[in-house]
């Protein structure tokens, strides 16, 4: 199974990273645009190989698109990230020619990829991705849900003082520190409410801090996060590579789910060798599905901003 990382700064780098470890792939090809440096984050990850045991072979190039043929996965990281102070929604323009470009090269080479879309704005890029290159909208999937449902599990599991494995909960809508949604109503400590060891009041504070999660770290690094971003990626293709189906909030295209069209944000996904095999349109609260509409009302707008 072969994936293309495309994008070797430090999220493409750290899902191919993870990638390898965990033997989720037999080949990563990175590739990037700057001159010999997805060759040496390649040669530096593949000196691991004989320390960690791993068999996956990884190989740097720069631009070379040829190289990245048949790949059955190809994730897209190329952009540049937020910097501090910086909104996801102004890195827009910038990212957006970028990943238009990538997409019709990577599908020149490996026309039935199924591709991963990280670079942000995600939901908008997601959609720019679908737009711009006409796939079947099973084949285009943003990630964001997988990591903003793991830093959930984080708080929720610091505010528990439980291991974060035992809690179960899920993000969903826009990947934006404004428009995302952890659904604390059902999230669980080894199926057991959240709500039966947390007062209310914890528990917006959990959710806060969710949905900051990012800039916090941002604030923290300098530059946006890496690790949990590339391991998240990581988890997504494990997935489709090795048809798992695991349910996974993810930015897809929406055909009236959620009372939505013609969008791309997180929903309960269940993911597999087809890639979106099949999108979860679970029952929400009226408050949740408030908070649904209005963040499908705050992407939208972003995604106009695209064309104007
Ligand atoms: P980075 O700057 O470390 O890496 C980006 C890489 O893309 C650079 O090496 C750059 O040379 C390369 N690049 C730029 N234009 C390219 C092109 N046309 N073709 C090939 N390569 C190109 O940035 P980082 O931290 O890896 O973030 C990458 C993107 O992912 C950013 O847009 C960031 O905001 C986003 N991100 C999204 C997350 C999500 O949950 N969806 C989480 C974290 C970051």
Redesign the pocket.
């Known amino acids: 199974m072969k994936v293309t990382v495309?994008?070797?700064?430090?999220?493409?780098a750290s899902c191919a990273d993870v990638i390898s470890y965990r033997g989720i792939a037999s080949e990563v090809v990175l590739?990037?645009?700057?001159e010999g440096?997805a060759e040496g984050k390649a040669m530096d990850l593949m000196q691991c190989a004989t320390n960690t045991g791993f068999n996956t072979v990884i190989t740097g190039v720069t631009?070379d698109y040829a190289k990245t043929a048949n790949s059955d996965v190809v994730v897209i990281?190329?952009?540049?990230?937020?910097k501090p102070g910086m909104t996801?929604e102004e890195?827009i323009g910038i990212?957006a020619g970028?990943v238009k470009?990538?997409a019709d090269n990577v599908l020149t080479h490996s026309p039935n990829a199924i591709i991963v879309v990280?670079?942000?704005p995600?939901d908008t890029m997601t959609y720019l991705t679908l737009k711009a290159t006409g796939l079947p909208k099973n084949r285009v999937i943003?990630?964001?849900g997988a990591?903003d449902s793991s830093r959930f599990r984080y708080y929720l599991s610091k505010a528990l003082d439980k291991p974060s494995n035992d809690v179960s909960a899920m993000v969903i809508g826009g990947?934006g520190d404004t428009t995302m949604i952890p659904l604390t109503r059902l999230a669980s400590y080894n199926g057991i409410p959240v709500s039966q060891f947390l007062s209310e009041e914890e528990l917006a504070k959990v959710a806060s801090a969710t949905m900051v999660g990012?800039a916090t770290l941002t604030g923290l690094l300098g530059?946006?996060?890496?690790y949990a971003?590339g391991a998240?990626v990581a988890y997504l293709v494990d997935s489709i590579l090795n048809d798992q189906k695991k349910m996974i909030a993810c930015s897809v295209m929406l055909d009236g789910e959620y009372g939505q069209d013609d969008i791309c944000i997180g929903v309960p996904c269940i993911i597999g060798k087809n890639g979106v095999e099949q999108i979860l349109d679970i029952n929400l609260s009226d408050s949740e599905k408030e908070a649904f509409a209005k963040s499908a009302d705050a992407v939208r707008n972003m995604n106009g901003d695209l064309s104007s």
């Open positions: 495309v994008g070797a700064g430090n999220v493409g590739l990037d645009i700057r440096f631009n990281t190329s952009g540049i990230p937020r996801r890195l990212n970028i470009s990538v990280v670079s942000n995600m943003g990630m964001g990591l990947h990012g530059t946006s996060a890496w971003p998240s």
